[in-house]
Structures are given as structure tokens and as C-alpha cells.
């Protein structure tokens, strides 16, 4: 059976595919998944021999794989159009014919002709390959892939450009052939999962880094999610016009902590700290557990009782001088493994983003229409649309936790402190979190503050970094 | 000094006890500002003093912490909590003289020896402030003529009062002030203000008097809220055991029945809880309760009087002089019941096999609350107070019990309802022994398990009825929908 065993493969140097580890078993059919450019169709030219191998082995693969790609497609016109720059003569080539094209790897004339009629290409046998239109090569493509008799069929994007009766046709041929002949297709669009996909490789930055089988409900729908995070194009939702946050200075640092101590009577939790947060600085806490990391987020947030005996000015209050800690929290975003602890509601999802314009656990003023519309944009883009009214306590703890960030970013605040987000989740939930962080970093207008002690959930965009302990 | 109640003229001890509005939050646009630079000082770093600080202090307030020397040069607990928070830490001799406002959040017990004490140091036109009337009404306490005096009390556990603080709601609150102690008519203004920082703006303020929140207070404590609560746990428990059901399942019905029960309790009042049992199951509760009603009712017009005359906290002061001596022993008694040294077994119970199996427990609770209601409503509380003293409270205190047994319970409490729980416990449960002697386990413990659970239309209309009317629902809907726009969503 095919498998990639630490394989790390270059692709002209553009690209590379690192430490794959893969077994595709009898009987599998596989579906590869991940966001554009993040290395799935490299995955699949894999399997058709494509790259060159850096390091560990490709083993067990059939002597006929039969590959249909964008890049295939392009080869296989460029290959065409040499032709004609080969051609000394001054006359019009005529490129190779479509006829000729296909023959050339045909091992089923009969299927051959079948398929031609089935896909519409009668017409265009005479026809030069490299005249035809986009969706024509690609049908002239699977032509060739589907009578090569191949022993492993690998498909990118397949159902592109296919017009609908083709699309339908060709779906329901390829649920027939997987009976015999194992598969593995590239889909950007998840929905389109064929149903006798078995398995689904999930790629990211060049890396496998999930294989989820089909049969494990939860794992296929965390899945499904992220894959919505990473692919889908939904902007971030704005905030709430009707709430107008009194302006902050720009050139003021959001936080200022001067010569700052944290004491108990029996233990010092650190001692004569200094730190100044600048807006749109994003900064990443690390140290070792107990090294004060989250007393170092309660006393910007103002939960420290502390901060108040301290030098700390945040948002141009100093404290202690007769603000309040509403004042200060309207312009945070903030999300724990604490605060979900605390959030112990049935309420609903909706309520649970939109109270994150209030800063309070729960809901307890009537909301705008317009907090609500948000708060449904903010689940759009969570992948959870129509679940607005599903009581919050009963989602699972990844799902939770994506739902409060969406409530911390719910008013776009100048400040998102995320203490340990990832803390307690999964593979697949860390990577549906950190995908939804690194969205907001991009979007720019929100510091972010991110506490971890994981080196691996670094986040694109976060350059300062303070280690306590 | 004299009973504060029991020196006004008849017209007056009506007119408040009949004190008591529910306030919209439109009354609270000026927020925290009536005390804004005001010098804070709280007396008493318990729960009820550490927390409300705390809420008051984020709320943008000065506060600080008045500790005896001793406390502060032995580094106490209170000085731990207050310093550890934060806060500025002084003697009386220290920080009194300048105090605008000073929270006296002591136990009742002390509030006596607490202000005579201060106001001497306290400056002139200043402030006092109660989160109980106990003082004022019951002991008479003379307050200085300069000084306002007021009450705010949160109706919650002082770690409640925070933890919803922090939620960003708060915990409902009762305001008033001292009618005799208000020479510049700003007090008002300040227990606004104070309620504000504290958050229970968010949650509902009834506007009240320190007379109907005494004397309303007591009542509903030493009844329905703790007392029934206790004697229906010892009673129950007992009878369980007697009719072979497994102590463990016997003590977790209970431990956990009341906080589930009266959950129901308090999204739909006495309906809603009736509502939850089958209709066969439903007829029996009621009657149960009606049995039970005709029974204790003489025990709760004699509780509510002895709180009317000052009979109950004259009795309790004795005991106070006499070092706690009948509240330390009945303390003691309670901690040796079999149900409170049964450990709730190791078994699965459903929301609803609480209701199915504990048919007794809800008509306790029903004939508990309507007769606490009956009977303060009789004495002249309107029935906003009788509510909020009742039924409103019920769910509060069983949450305690679903913590530790009746333990928890009666540490969470005052001591001046503990000792009013434990009078009530004493008259109740020999009051109630023939009545016991009469149920079997189809009402507590294992259901009524029937084949057909038919019954007859014209009863079940009746009993409905019954229910439905009763006055404590009529109210209980109104101030439900009262505070439907403030209250949690959740």
C-alpha cells in the first residue's frame, strides 16, 4: 500500500511538503483538505511521482497512478504550445488533436468513447487540445485519467469548471469506480465530499496534520469548521455603531505598568515589573506555570484587586483614582480557560457573542437588532450559522471557546488579551483557535495579547514577547 | 435602649411596614455620583464587608478598612483580606474621624457595642450605613442627630454579591433610610448610589423601611426559608429511613430536592413547581400541603407576633448575654441528625425523579411559602415584602443546602436566623409528628408509581384554581414581569 514515511519533498523551490507521514490502506479513499496554498495539491502530485524527494521514502505506490490537476492540464498545453514555438515553418500549426491526445494513453477504447459522449467532446475530437476551453481540457483530462486503467486515481479539484449535467455524471461514475479503484481527490470545497470518501488528510503550511476517518462524526465536523475558518472569505463583522467608545489617545500606550509587585503575605508573585503596551504592538507572555502570567493580564483587566496599591495606567486612567472597572473593560476583549469556567450558562449562542459588547457573563439588558445581526455574521464566520439559539453549556469545549473570542472581538476592542486560548483543547480545536486569531491579527486594528507556554501555537503577526518567571 | 418599633404610634408601625417599592432602573441615571469622593470606611471584613468593598471600590468609590488595633497588630484574617485586596487598612482612632459614609457590616450581635463605639470619632453631618435594621428597629439604637443613617442589604451570601458583581449584574438589594436620621434629605440619594456601586441596580431595588425589612426579614427567615427547609429535611429523612429506602438515595433527594424544586419555584412561582408533578401527584401535594397549612399555622402567627411584639429578639438577646449558650447547643444538636451525618449515596436522581419522588418536599415548600405570605400580609407587610421574604428567597437558601446539608446552611445564614431556624425546628417538628405518622413513601422517596395516572376533571379544575389564585402568585407575577427587562437573560 502507498506510504509517505517522513517524506519532505521540494517543488522548484517554491514549495515544499515536510515530514509526511501517510499510509493510504485498501479500501480507503481519501480526501485531501486544507486552505489554498497550504500545500494539498502538492500532496497529491506526490502520489504521481511529482517533486524532488529531500528526505525520508515513498513506498508501495502502483506503477499507474493517474493524476488530473490544474498543473497537469497547464503541463500538457505548454508541452502543445512548444510544439508550435518548435515549428521553424512558417505555416499555422494546428496543435495535436483532441483525439490524438487522448489516444495516446487509452488502454479502454471503448470506455473511451463512452466517456467522450457521456462529457459533450464528440464535437471537438478534430479539434487542437490547446483551443479548447478551460473546462473541455479538463473534461479531455479525466478522459485520459479514466481509461488509463490506472491503479490509484488521484483527482485535483476534479469538479471544477464541469458544467452541471458533466458534474452530476461524473460524481455518480466516480462512486461506481470506487469500488474497484482507490482514490484520492483535492477539494477546496468540503461540501462537495464525495460520499465514499473514507478518510480526509488535512494539510496545512506544507504539513499532514490531521487524518480523520469518516466514521468519527465529531472529528469530520471540527474539520468541517476549520476548513470554513481558513477557505471561507467572510470579512470579520464589524462592530457596533450605536456603541461609541470615548476616543483614545494614539499616541498614548494602552498600558503602562511602572515598577510593579504583586505580594501575598506568604509569596511574591513578581516584583518591580515594568512593561508598556503600544498600540498595535502585539505581544506574546510566556514563562512557567505559576510565574504570574495570569495575575499579569487580571491587573491590566483590572480583576487584581491589586492594581489598585500599583502604578499602572490603562487606556490614560490612572488607577485607583475614582475609575471605574467598566471604564476600563469597555476596551478589552478578553478570553481564559477561567473566564469559560465562569461562563456557566444555558443561554443561547447569540446572546453569549452579543454579551461580549456589555463585558458581562450572561445577558442582561434587551439588545439591538443590529447586536444581534453582528452576532450572527460573527457565528457565519465560526462555521456555526443556525445554531444562534443553542443553549451555550451544551456545546463542546472547542466550540465554546471559538464562541468566546467571537465575544471578546464582538466590539472590535483596542485591546484582545487571550490567556492561554488554546489551553485544554484538542489538535483540531487548537488549530480552528488559532486560525481564528490569526484572522483578527490581520484585521489590524485590535493590540493583541497572547498568553502561552506552547512554542508551537505561535501566531502569524506577534513579534514582542515578554517571559516572566 | 428601647424597641424602635414599639415606641411609634400604631399609624406609623403601619404605614412602614407597608414600605416597599420595586424601583426602575431609570431611578439610578446618576449612578455611583452621590458618593463619588466620598470617604468610604467599612467596619467588619467578613464576606458581607470584604465583597461589597470590593464591588464598590471597582464601581470608581474610595474605599477603606477600619480594624480593631488588635486585628491589625496580630494580622487577623480581616487585616489578611483587606491588605491582600488591596485596600488602606486603619484603626478606628485612624480613619473614622475622616470618613464621609461608614458601612457598619458587622454581625447583627455587634452592631450595638460597634456604634456606640464609633460615633463619637464619626465627624459631624457623616453618614452610617446598615446592611440590616436589626440594630435600629429591634435594639432601638440612637443614632446622633447629624448623622444620616441607612440601609442597603444585598440578598445574597456576600460572595454572591461579588461573583454577579463581576458578572457585570448584581444581587436584588433593599434600600431605606432612616426616616429619624436624614437631617440634610440625602440619604436616599445615597443608598441609591451605594446600590449602584454594588451593582444590585442591575438586579432590582426595593425602595423599603428599616421596620418592614426587619420585621419582614425575620418572618420570612425564621419560617419558610430556614426553618422549613430544616424541619422538612429531618422529617423527610426520618421517614425515608423508616419506610426501607436506601439512606444514601434519602439523604441526596433531599440534599439536592430543595435547590431543584425550587428552581421551579422561581421562574413560575408555586404554579410552576405544582405544574412539574403528574396531575395525580399534583392533587396529593396540594393536599398535603392543606393538611399541613391548618397545622402550622399557629406556629407561624406565633413567630410572626413574638417579631412584632420584640418578644423573638428580646429572647434572642438573652442568649446573646448568655453566651450563645441555647444557639451553640442547638448548633450542635443539628450537626448530629441522621440526615446531616448521611453522606447523599453515589446514585443518579433526574430533575424531574426529584419532583416525582419528593411529592411531600414541594407541598412543604408550597404550604411554608403561602403561609409565611399568608401571615406577614396579615400583619400588615404589603405583599411586595412578603414576596421577596418569601417565595423569592426560597431558592437561595436551598442552593445552600444543596452545598453542605443543613451545615452549610446554617453557616451561610445570620446567626439571628439561625436562631430563629432553630426555635421554628423545635415547635415544628413535634407539631408535625402525627401528620408524619400518616405518610408512607408514595409521597417521599419512592413515588406514587401508579398504573393509571387519570383523575377527575372537576378536581383537578379545583385544585388548579387553588393554586393559581392564591395572592402570592397574583404578586409573584407582577414582580416577575417587573424585573423580566432586568433580569438575566440566561
Given at each position: 500500500?502507498?506510504?509517505?514515511?517522513?517524506?519532505?519533498?521540494?517543488?522548484?523551490?517554491?514549495?515544499?511538503?515536510?515530514?509526511?507521514?501517510?499510509?493510504?490502506?485498501?479500501?480507503?479513499?481519501?480526501?485531501?483538505?486544507?486552505?489554498?496554498?497550504?500545500?494539498?495539491?502538492?500532496?497529491?502530485?506526490?502520489?504521481?511521482?511529482?517533486?524532488?524527494?529531500?528526505?525520508?521514502?515513498?513506498?508501495?505506490?502502483?506503477?499507474?497512478?493517474?493524476?488530473?490537476?490544474?498543473?497537469?492540464?497547464?503541463?500538457?498545453?505548454?508541452?502543445?504550445?512548444?510544439?508550435?514555438?518548435?515549428?521553424?515553418?512558417?505555416?499555422?500549426?494546428?496543435?495535436?488533436?483532441?483525439?490524438?491526445?487522448?489516444?495516446?494513453?487509452?488502454?479502454?477504447?471503448?470506455?473511451?468513447?463512452?466517456?467522450?459522449?457521456?462529457?459533450?467532446?464528440?464535437?471537438?475530437?478534430?479539434?487542437?487540445?490547446?483551443?479548447?476551453?478551460?473546462?473541455?481540457?479538463?473534461?479531455?483530462?479525466?478522459?485520459?485519467?479514466?481509461?488509463?486503467?490506472?491503479?490509484?486515481?488521484?483527482?485535483?479539484?476534479?469538479?471544477?469548471?464541469?458544467?452541471?449535467?458533466?458534474?452530476?455524471?461524473?460524481?455518480?461514475?466516480?462512486?461506481?469506480?470506487?469500488?474497484?479503484?482507490?482514490?484520492?481527490?483535492?477539494?477546496?470545497?468540503?461540501?462537495?465530499?464525495?460520499?465514499?470518501?473514507?478518510?480526509?488528510?488535512?494539510?496545512?503550511?506544507?504539513?499532514?496534520?490531521?487524518?480523520?476517518?469518516?466514521?468519527?462524526?465529531?472529528?469530520?465536523?471540527?474539520?468541517?469548521?476549520?476548513?470554513?475558518?481558513?477557505?471561507?472569505?467572510?470579512?470579520?463583522?464589524?462592530?457596533?455603531?450605536?456603541?461609541?467608545?470615548?476616543?483614545?489617545?494614539?499616541?498614548?500606550?494602552?498600558?503602562?505598568?511602572?515598577?510593579?509587585?504583586?505580594?501575598?503575605?506568604?509569596?511574591?508573585?513578581?516584583?518591580?515589573?515594568?512593561?508598556?503596551?503600544?498600540?498595535?504592538?502585539?505581544?506574546?507572555?510566556?514563562?512557567?506555570?505559576?510565574?504570574?502570567?495570569?495575575?499579569?493580564?487580571?491587573?491590566?483587566?483590572?480583576?487584581?484587586?491589586?492594581?489598585?496599591?500599583?502604578?499602572?495606567?490603562?487606556?490614560?486612567?490612572?488607577?485607583?483614582?475614582?475609575?471605574?472597572?467598566?471604564?476600563?473593560?469597555?476596551?478589552?476583549?478578553?478570553?481564559?480557560?477561567?473566564?469559560?469556567?465562569?461562563?456557566?450558562?444555558?443561554?443561547?449562542?447569540?446572546?453569549?457573542?452579543?454579551?461580549?459588547?456589555?463585558?458581562?457573563?450572561?445577558?442582561?439588558?434587551?439588545?439591538?437588532?443590529?447586536?444581534?445581526?453582528?452576532?450572527?455574521?460573527?457565528?457565519?464566520?465560526?462555521?456555526?450559522?443556525?445554531?444562534?439559539?443553542?443553549?451555550?453549556?451544551?456545546?463542546?469545549?472547542?466550540?465554546?471557546?471559538?464562541?468566546?473570542?467571537?465575544?471578546?472581538?464582538?466590539?472590535?476592542?483596542?485591546?484582545?488579551?487571550?490567556?492561554?486560548?488554546?489551553?485544554?483543547?484538542?489538535?483540531?480545536?487548537?488549530?480552528?483557535?488559532?486560525?481564528?486569531?490569526?484572522?483578527?491579527?490581520?484585521?489590524?486594528?485590535?493590540?493583541?495579547?497572547?498568553?502561552?507556554?506552547?512554542?508551537?501555537?505561535?501566531?502569524?503577526?506577534?513579534?514582542?514577547?515578554?517571559?516572566?518567571? | 435602649?428601647?424597641?424602635y418599633f414599639?415606641?411609634?404610634?400604631?399609624?406609623?408601625?403601619?404605614?412602614e411596614?407597608?414600605k416597599?417599592?420595586?424601583?426602575?432602573?431609570?431611578?439610578?441615571?446618576?449612578?455611583?455620583?452621590?458618593?463619588?469622593?466620598?470617604?468610604?470606611?467599612?467596619?467588619?471584613?467578613?464576606?458581607?464587608?470584604?465583597?461589597?468593598?470590593?464591588?464598590?471600590?471597582?464601581?470608581?468609590?474610595?474605599?477603606?478598612?477600619?480594624?480593631?488595633?488588635?486585628?491589625?497588630?496580630?494580622?487577623?484574617?480581616?487585616?489578611?483580606?483587606?491588605?491582600?485586596?488591596?485596600?488602606?487598612?486603619?484603626?478606628?482612632?485612624?480613619?473614622?474621624?475622616?470618613?464621609?459614609?461608614?458601612?457598619?457590616?458587622?454581625?447583627?450581635?455587634?452592631?450595638?457595642?460597634?456604634?456606640?463605639?464609633?460615633?463619637?470619632?464619626?465627624?459631624?453631618?457623616?453618614?452610617?450605613?446598615y446592611?440590616h435594621g436589626f440594630?435600629i428597629v429591634?435594639?432601638?439604637?440612637?443614632?446622633?442627630?447629624?448623622?444620616?443613617v441607612?440601609m442597603?442589604?444585598?440578598?445574597?451570601?456576600?460572595?454572591?454579591?461579588?461573583?454577579?458583581?463581576?458578572?457585570?449584574?448584581?444581587?436584588?438589594?433593599?434600600?431605606a433610610v432612616h426616616e429619624?436620621?436624614?437631617?440634610?434629605?440625602?440619604?436616599?440619594?445615597?443608598?441609591?448610589?451605594?446600590?449602584?456601586?454594588?451593582?444590585?441596580?442591575?438586579?432590582?431595588?426595593?425602595?423599603s423601611s428599616f421596620v418592614a425589612e426587619v420585621?419582614?426579614?425575620?418572618?420570612?427567615?425564621?419560617?419558610?426559608?430556614?426553618?422549613?427547609?430544616?424541619?422538612?429535611?429531618?422529617?423527610?429523612?426520618?421517614?425515608?429511613?423508616?419506610?426501607?429506602?436506601?439512606?444514601?438515595?434519602?439523604?441526596?433527594?433531599?440534599?439536592?430536592?430543595?435547590?431543584?424544586?425550587?428552581?421551579?419555584?422561581?421562574?413560575?412561582?408555586?404554579?410552576?413547581?405544582?405544574?412539574?408533578?403528574?396531575?395525580?401527584?399534583?392533587?396529593?401535594?396540594?393536599?398535603?400541603?392543606?393538611?399541613?397549612?391548618?397545622?402550622?399555622?399557629?406556629?407561624?402567627?406565633?413567630?410572626?407576633?413574638?417579631?412584632?411584639?420584640?418578644?423573638?429578639?428580646?429572647?434572642?438577646?438573652?442568649?446573646?448575654?448568655?453566651?450563645?449558650?441555647?444557639?451553640?447547643?442547638?448548633?450542635?444538636?443539628?450537626?448530629?441528625?441522621?440526615?446531616?451525618?448521611?453522606?447523599?449515596?453515589?446514585?443518579?436522581?433526574?430533575?424531574?425523579?426529584?419532583?416525582?419522588?419528593?411529592?411531600?418536599?414541594?407541598?412543604?415548600?408550597?404550604?411554608?411559602?403561602?403561609?409565611?405570605?399568608?401571615?406577614?400580609?396579615?400583619?400588615?407587610?404589603?405583599?411586595?415584602?412578603?414576596?421577596?421574604?418569601?417565595?423569592?428567597?426560597?431558592?437561595?437558601?436551598?442552593?445552600?443546602?444543596?452545598?453542605?446539608?443543613?451545615?452549610?446552611?446554617?453557616?451561610?445564614?445570620?446567626?439571628?436566623?439561625?436562631?430563629?431556624?432553630?426555635?421554628?425546628?423545635?415547635?415544628?417538628?413535634?407539631?408535625?409528628?402525627?401528620?408524619?405518622?400518616?405518610?408512607?413513601?408514595?409521597?417521599?422517596?419512592?413515588?406514587?408509581?401508579?398504573?393509571?395516572?387519570?383523575?377527575?376533571?372537576?378536581?383537578?379544575?379545583?385544585?388548579?384554581?387553588?393554586?393559581?389564585?392564591?395572592?402570592?402568585?397574583?404578586?409573584?407575577?407582577?414582580?416577575?414581569?417587573?424585573?423580566?427587562?432586568?433580569?438575566?437573560?440566561?
Amino acid at each position: 500500500m502507498p506510504t509517505l514515511d517522513e517524506l519532505s519533498v521540494d517543488f522548484d523551490g517554491r514549495f515544499q511538503l515536510n515530514n509526511i507521514n501517510w499510509t493510504i490502506a485498501p479500501g480507503q479513499h481519501w480526501l485531501i483538505a486544507g486552505a489554498n496554498g497550504s500545500g494539498k495539491s502538492a500532496l497529491a502530485a506526490v502520489l504521481a511521482g511529482e517533486g524532488d524527494r529531500l528526505s525520508g521514502t515513498v513506498s508501495g505506490l502502483p506503477g499507474n497512478v493517474a493524476l488530473v490537476s490544474y498543473e497537469r492540464q497547464a503541463e500538457l498545453i505548454a508541452a502543445e504550445l512548444r510544439k508550435d514555438d518548435a515549428d521553424i515553418l512558417d505555416v499555422i500549426s494546428e496543435g495535436t488533436p483532441v483525439a490524438e491526445i487522448i489516444a495516446d494513453v487509452c488502454l479502454d477504447a471503448e470506455l473511451a468513447q463512452t466517456l467522450v459522449a457521456t462529457l459533450g467532446l464528440e464535437s471537438l475530437m478534430d479539434r487542437a487540445f490547446r483551443k479548447l476551453s478551460t473546462g473541455e481540457t479538463r473534461k479531455v483530462m479525466l478522459v485520459r485519467a479514466l481509461t488509463s486503467r490506472p491503479e490509484l486515481l488521484v483527482l485535483d479539484e476534479p469538479f471544477d469548471g464541469l458544467d452541471h449535467d458533466s458534474l452530476n455524471w461524473l460524481q455518480d461514475y466516480l462512486a461506481k469506480l470506487a469500488e474497484t479503484t482507490p482514490m484520492v481527490i483535492v477539494l477546496n470545497r468540503f461540501d462537495e465530499c464525495p460520499d465514499f470518501i473514507t478518510h480526509v488528510a488535512y494539510v496545512e503550511h506544507g504539513q499532514l496534520l490531521q487524518q480523520v476517518n469518516r466514521t468519527d462524526e465529531g472529528a469530520f465536523g471540527e474539520l468541517h469548521q476549520l476548513l470554513h475558518l481558513k477557505t471561507s472569505e467572510r470579512e470579520i463583522p464589524m462592530a457596533d455603531p450605536a456603541i461609541e467608545l470615548p476616543p483614545l489617545n494614539p499616541d498614548e500606550p494602552l498600558v503602562q505598568m511602572t515598577g510593579v509587585t504583586v505580594r501575598y503575605t506568604d509569596n511574591t508573585v513578581f516584583e518591580n515589573l515594568s512593561w508598556t503596551i503600544e498600540p498595535n504592538r502585539h505581544w506574546q507572555v510566556s514563562g512557567p506555570n505559576g510565574s504570574g502570567k495570569t495575575c499579569l493580564l487580571s491587573l491590566i483587566t483590572g480583576d487584581h484587586p491589586q492594581c489598585y496599591v500599583n502604578n499602572i495606567k490603562v487606556f490614560g486612567f490612572q488607577r485607583g483614582t475614582g475609575e471605574s472597572i467598566w471604564q476600563i473593560k469597555q476596551y478589552i476583549g478578553y478570553v481564559s480557560t477561567a473566564l469559560q469556567w465562569e461562563y456557566r450558562v444555558g443561554t443561547g449562542l447569540r446572546n453569549v457573542i452579543i454579551s461580549g459588547f456589555f463585558d458581562s457573563i450572561g445577558l442582561y439588558t434587551t439588545s439591538t437588532d443590529t447586536q444581534k445581526a453582528i452576532a450572527d455574521k460573527w457565528l457565519d464566520v465560526l462555521g456555526m450559522s443556525g445554531w444562534a439559539d443553542e443553549p451555550f453549556n451544551r456545546l463542546s469545549f472547542g466550540e465554546q471557546r471559538l464562541a468566546l473570542i467571537a465575544r471578546a472581538m464582538v466590539k472590535h476592542p483596542p485591546l484582545l488579551i487571550l490567556d492561554e486560548p488554546c489551553l485544554g483543547l484538542d489538535d483540531m480545536n487548537r488549530q480552528l483557535v488559532l486560525a481564528l486569531i490569526e484572522r483578527i491579527c490581520l484585521s489590524g486594528e485590535t493590540t493583541v495579547l497572547y498568553v502561552n507556554h506552547r512554542l508551537e501555537d505561535s501566531i502569524q503577526g506577534i513579534d514582542d514577547h515578554l517571559v516572566l518567571g | 435602649m428601647a424597641n424602635y418599633f414599639n415606641t411609634l404610634p400604631l399609624r406609623m408601625q403601619l404605614a412602614e411596614l407597608a414600605k416597599c417599592r420595586f424601583m426602575h432602573l431609570n431611578e439610578f441615571t446618576e449612578g455611583v455620583d452621590a458618593l463619588k469622593g466620598k470617604k468610604m470606611v467599612v467596619i467588619g471584613c467578613g464576606a458581607q464587608g470584604l465583597n461589597q468593598g470590593l464591588n464598590l471600590r471597582d464601581s470608581g468609590l474610595d474605599v477603606s478598612y477600619a480594624l480593631r488595633d488588635a486585628a491589625i497588630s496580630e494580622q487577623r484574617q480581616s487585616w489578611k483580606n483587606a491588605t491582600e485586596n488591596g485596600f488602606t487598612v486603619g484603626t478606628y482612632d485612624e480613619l473614622l474621624p475622616t470618613a464621609d459614609v461608614v458601612l457598619n457590616l458587622t454581625p447583627d450581635k455587634q452592631h450595638t457595642n460597634v456604634v456606640n463605639t464609633i460615633m463619637p470619632m464619626m465627624k459631624q453631618g457623616a453618614c452610617l450605613s446598615y446592611s440590616h435594621g436589626f440594630n435600629i428597629v429591634e435594639e432601638g439604637m440612637q443614632v446622633r442627630d447629624d448623622i444620616t443613617v441607612i440601609m442597603v442589604a444585598p440578598k445574597c451570601p456576600g460572595s454572591e454579591v461579588r461573583a454577579e458583581y463581576v458578572r457585570g449584574f448584581g444581587v436584588p438589594t433593599l434600600i431605606a433610610v432612616h426616616e429619624d436620621n436624614d437631617p440634610n434629605g440625602e440619604g436616599l440619594a445615597m443608598a441609591k448610589a451605594y446600590a449602584v456601586g454594588t451593582g444590585g441596580h442591575k438586579a432590582g431595588v426595593l425602595m423599603s423601611s428599616f421596620v418592614a425589612e426587619v420585621k419582614s426579614d425575620l418572618m420570612g427567615e425564621q419560617t419558610i426559608l430556614c426553618g422549613m427547609l430544616q424541619t422538612g429535611s429531618l422529617l423527610c429523612f426520618d421517614k425515608m429511613i423508616e419506610e426501607g429506602i436506601d439512606a444514601g438515595y434519602a439523604s441526596k433527594l433531599i440534599q439536592y430536592g430543595w435547590e431543584t424544586v425550587t428552581e421551579a419555584l422561581k421562574y413560575g412561582g408555586v404554579t410552576n413547581m405544582m405544574d412539574r408533578l403528574s396531575n395525580p401527584a399534583k392533587i396529593r401535594a396540594f393536599d398535603l400541603a392543606e393538611q399541613m397549612k391548618d397545622i402550622m399555622r399557629p406556629l407561624y402567627e406565633k413567630h410572626q407576633d413574638d417579631i412584632m411584639t420584640g418578644a423573638f429578639s428580646s429572647g434572642m438577646m438573652a442568649d446573646w448575654a448568655n453566651d450563645d449558650a441555647k444557639l451553640l447547643g442547638w448548633r450542635a444538636d443539628t450537626a448530629q441528625t441522621a440526615f446531616e451525618k448521611t453522606e447523599a449515596g453515589d446514585v443518579e436522581i433526574s430533575e424531574q425523579e426529584y419532583f416525582d419522588n419528593g411529592i411531600l418536599m414541594v407541598a412543604m415548600v408550597k404550604a411554608g411559602v403561602e403561609l409565611a405570605f399568608e401571615t406577614m400580609t396579615a400583619a400588615g407587610i404589603i405583599a411586595d415584602s412578603a414576596y421577596y421574604e418569601s417565595l423569592h428567597e426560597t431558592p437561595l437558601i436551598a442552593n445552600t443546602i444543596a452545598r453542605k446539608k443543613l451545615y452549610e446552611m446554617n453557616a451561610t445564614i445570620s446567626d439571628t436566623a439561625e436562631y430563629g431556624c432553630y426555635l421554628y425546628n423545635h415547635a415544628c417538628v413535634p407539631l408535625l409528628a402525627d401528620f408524619m405518622a400518616g405518610v408512607k413513601s408514595d409521597v417521599i422517596g419512592k413515588g406514587l408509581e401508579l398504573d393509571d395516572t387519570g383523575v377527575d376533571n372537576a378536581r383537578l379544575i379545583e385544585v388548579n384554581a387553588a393554586i393559581r389564585n392564591h395572592p402570592v402568585e397574583e404578586i409573584g407575577g407582577i414582580l416577575r414581569g417587573h424585573m423580566a427587562d432586568m433580569k438575566r437573560i440566561v
